[in-house]
């Protein structure tokens, strides 16, 4: 399991404390600024550190990963035929020797392997599309091949808009009637023609053909909720997004730090690429042409005092580490097979088997064993006393392959172009969800918003923590699935320094510690000087140690860091300076998320993601984001594929219930016709805002009807409506105000009004509407006259 960490805590402050004032938002942030003018010193030291290679991934159990031979062979022929493509596969999870393929055959089923893709049979999702009319044999075969081609020759430039008609120029004429079933199953899954080419975005933008669908609330805009609404407006239907922050990305985060003239980028959520092999976010960076910075594994581990561990005491407690897992694995197998839902923690029994073998005895072997343990529970966000033994790595199979990247300028720069032109509602803190036979309400911030269906992306920690109310409640299967995945923590300090001081030839370094309780304390340090625009470090704080973190002041654990650093520094001869400015991270706190990503806990297996992800009331309320994801948990691919996966569940219940606009559902039509035809002349029109006056009183606090339109270019075929009442007075004061945000914000925050949908306003204004429409039919029948 990889990390996509969240957000973080930042105030400003010299000597003390403060609110930051230039960030409206809720968000639990404390930043540090310091005031020392630079130290003159250079950096120096010890410029070869030990070559330790070191990934932050978790140790894969060869019991547990089928076919390990198989994907050995199937790189050696990708690192072959690498040259005549772009994307580099690198997973296998179906059986099928790789000679059985023809050679012609091969790279392309390779590319739909790393996609996600198995080699010689069909997933669930295009089982569930009918995308064949009988499973297995030769129509099958030459569907998956079509399939395969499909995906390998847009991944090959994927800055083109990939058409049929081109699909069946290329395809063996044997094949050509599976180009329509695998194309559309491909275009509608968002497996190709996705991301932010400026090709890809020009024809998303197009009207879709056919009938308009249904309207979808998502909420949240992060990364999920992000990639599911534009998909969604990609397939026709009408789509606002409310989200409780005021900006998008969720748990991405890029934090702009500042000191000396010198701008940075700090990711403090989601930061590394972990895998860039098949990965989405590959595909928005090859788009973007935006370079990717390979980790470098090297990471030398410094003692407490400052003294680099030993290369051979090094070797073999990570060796002896490694053993010790193998042999949990093994016993976990026996369990499985005897006791079946037997379960401990991982902790229970590496410790068992740590004790047994006589491992790490002397105090130095026990404090490198401490901070392989740290980097695991950093991998998990989790306790080693909360993991399962029996499924905490069940994702190891379909680990995305290739280098961890960074991303120079930080992945905000994904954020902001996925939410571009976007209809998302800031500050919109959901409080409800009720949903029933004749679609969904979503309650936000005192407003009401109707829809056909609602897409709830929000972090398994909200969930958890019962912030949102479900009318009726989730089925009991939901709530145990939501109660025995564990949502866990991780934080940062990033600091911004007048120099880089550590050296630039590594991205990585780690520190040990005396206190086992305190193991994954400031453990691991990782440089971004070659991604960030200047000298950034962040050290990272995982297991125990985040959870304490967030009971400490800011102050107190800047000070802890810097200890740190200038005991492995100072003994060089290389002064540390102090930072010009620091940000610590406590999403632990934040209550947009409570927390920083999923895990499977004691009693918990992969079930329960698949079980997370299911949509509830037939079909109205549908969930995304990386705790629903059983393949990619805890990353930040995870969370974009499982926005793909929900805007493809939506178009497949929206076709099964043949929904039209929400105006049919309610048996609205003839009067939805009307009101808008009332709405081409309004008494008065300004910005996004149309207004009817009550023809009846010419009282400034008689009540009008407003009408707020949500549009942009990128809902491409028309525009979202919501109502609200208020007086003619307050209408008037709102038209006054030049900036369509702050009038927003008038309206909500000042007038208090609440805002419906179009199956809601006759309910609410029936009388007022009736007597305006007979008012202006009398007119102008007098004027016929």
């Known amino acids: 399991m990889e990390t996509t960490p969240p957000e973080d805590d ?108 198995p080699v010689d049979s069909l997933t669930e999702e295009e089982i569930e599309a009918n995308v064949v009319s009988q499973i297995g044999g030769n129509e099958q075969t030459s569907y998956i091949n079509v399939r395969n081609h499909i995906l390998s020759r847009w991944r090959s430039n994927v800055s083109i808009w990939l058409t049929k008609e081109q699909v069946q120029e290329s395809v063996r004429p044997e094949n050509l009637g599976f180009v329509d079933s695998a194309y559309y199953f491909l275009l509608n899954h968002g497996y190709i023609n996705f991301g932010l080419a400026p090709a890809i975005k020009e024809e998303k933008l197009k009207s879709p053909n056919g009938v308009e669908k249904s309207n979808v609330i998502i909420i949240g805009a992060g990364l999920s909720g992000l990639v599911a609404a534009r998909q969604l407006i990609f397939l026709g239907f009408k789509v606002v997004v409310l989200e409780g922050r005021n900006r998008p990305g969720g748990r991405v985060k890029t934090r702009t730090m500042n000191g000396n003239g010198m701008v940075v980028a700090a990711d403090l959520g989601g930061s590394v690429l972990t895998g860039i092999n098949g990965n989405p976010l590959g595909v928005l960076a090859r788009q973007l042409e935006f370079p990717l910075h390979k980790v ?21 407690v990570e060796v002896s580490f490694n053993k010790l897992l193998d042999r ?67 994702d190891d199979p379909y680990e995305m392959g290739g280098d961890h990247c960074f991303i120079p300028g ?15 509602c800031y500050g919109k803190t959901v409080d409800s969800i009720r949903y029933g036979v004749d679609g969904a309400r979503v309650y936000a911030g005192g407003l009401e918003f109707s829809s056909d269906m609602v897409l709830c992306t929000v972090p398994l920690g909200v969930l958890k923590k019962g912030s949102i109310e479900f009318v009726p409640e989730l089925p009991r299967r939901k709530i145990d699935a939501i109660h025995k995945i564990g949502f866990g923590l991780l934080n940062k300090v990033a600091m911004l320094f007048p120099y880089d001081f550590w050296g630039g030839g590594i991205d990585t370094f780690g520190h040990l510690t005396e206190d086992p309780s305190m193991r994954g304390e400031f453990f691991l340090f990782y440089s971004y000087s070659a991604v960030s625009g200047g000298p950034l470090l962040v ?10 973190f967030e009971m400490v002041s800011p102050v107190e654990s800047v000070r802890r860091v810097l200890d740190i650093l200038r ?219």
């Open 539 to 548: 050290a990272l704080v995982a297991g125990e140690a985040a959870i304490k």
């Open 328 to 394: 949990v694995c093994k016993l976990r197998q026996v369990m499985m097979e005897d006791c079946n839902s037997v379960d401990v923690s991982l902790g229970t029994a590496f410790e068992a088997f740590r004790r047994i073998n006589s491992v790490a005895e002397d105090p130095q072997e026990m404090m490198l064993l401490n901070w392989h343990l740290a980097n695991l529970e950093y991998a998990n966000a989790s306790l080693m006393s909360d993991l399962s033994m029996a499924y905490w790595d069940q």
């Open 567 to 785: 005991g492995i520094f100072n003994p060089k001869g290389i002064n540390v300076p102090d930072p010009l400015q620091v940000v610590c991270t406590q999403w632990g706190k934040d209550e947009f998320s409570y927390g920083s990503y999923s895990y499977v806990a004691t009693g918990s297996s992969g079930d329960e993601y698949d079980i997370l992800a299911e949509s509830v009331g037939g079909g109205r309320v549908f969930f995304a984001g990386e705790a629903t994801n059983r393949q990619y948990p805890a990353t930040m691919h995870g969370a974009f594929l499982s926005g793909m996966r929900e805007a493809a569940n939506i178009l497949s219940m929206a076709k099964r219930r043949s929904i039209a606009p929400w105006e049919k559902i309610d048996d609205h039509k003839e009067e939805s016709k009307d009101l808008d035809a009332l709405f081409e002349s309004p008494d008065l029109k300004f910005g996004n805002f149309s207004v009817l006056y009550d023809p009846r009183s010419d009282d400034p606090e008689s009540n009008s009807l407003l009408r707020a339109e949500f549009s942009g270019k990128i809902i491409g075929f028309g525009s979202l409506h919501l109502y609200g009442l208020l007086p003619k007075k307050q209408a008037i004061e709102l038209s006054e105000v030049d900036e369509e945000a702050y009038r927003m914000k008038m309206l909500y925050n000042k007038f208090a009004v609440r805002l419906f949908g179009r199956m809601e306003v006759y309910d609410v204004a029936e009388s007022l509407i009736a007597c305006i429409k007979s008012a202006r039919s009398n007119s102008n029948g007098s004027l016929d006259q």
């Open 296 to 316: 470098r594994d090297i990471c030398p581990l410094y003692l407490p005092d400052g003294r680099l561990v030993n290369s051979e005491v090094d070797s073999r």
């Open 10 to 117: 930042v105030t400003n402050a010299t000597t003390t404390t403060t609110t930051n004032s230039d960030d409206p938002s809720p968000e639990n942030e404390t930043l540090i600024s310091e005031t020392q003018n630079p130290n003159s010193d250079v950096p120096g030291g010890d410029s070869s550190p030990p070559p330790r290679k070191r990934r932050r991934r978790k140790k894969q159990f060869p019991e547990m990963i089928p076919f390990r031979l198989l994907r050995a062979h199937s790189r050696s022929i990708v690192n072959k035929s690498i040259e005549h493509t772009n994307e580099i596969p690198v997973k296998i999870h179906r059986r099928r020797r790789i000679s059985e393929l023809t050679k012609e055959d091969d790279v392309e089923a390779l590319i739909a392997i790393s996609v996600g893709f």
């Open 410 to 424: 930080g992945n905000e720069r994904f954020v902001r172009g996925l939410a571009e032109e976007l209809p998302i």
